[in-house]
């Protein structure tokens, strides 16, 4: 999940705005955090085996 879907029990706003110091806080910690921070174990496995399987695909017609 994004932070600019988050909104901050502190301040009833949305965390993308920083109104409070808690949203700037949770803000600047999922920004460290990086893009695939918010994705599950299982959505990493079936992305690794598409990318494994497009793979094997563009290697199979360069044949």
């Known amino acids: 999940m994004t932070y600019d879907r988050l909104v901050c029990a502190n301040c009833a706003a949305p965390v993308s705005e920083g109104r409070?110091?808690?949203?700037?806080?949770?803000?600047?910690?999922?920004?460290?955090?990086?893009?695939?921070?918010g994705?599950?174990?299982a959505m990493l496995v079936?992305?690794?085996?598409i990318l494994v399987a497009a793979l094997a695909l563009l290697a199979h017609q360069a044949v």
């Open 20 to 37: 409070c110091r808690v949203c700037r806080a949770s803000r600047e910690r999922m920004q460290e955090q990086g893009p695939f921070a």
């Open 39 to 41: 994705l599950n174990p």
């Open 46 to 49: 079936a992305l690794m085996v």
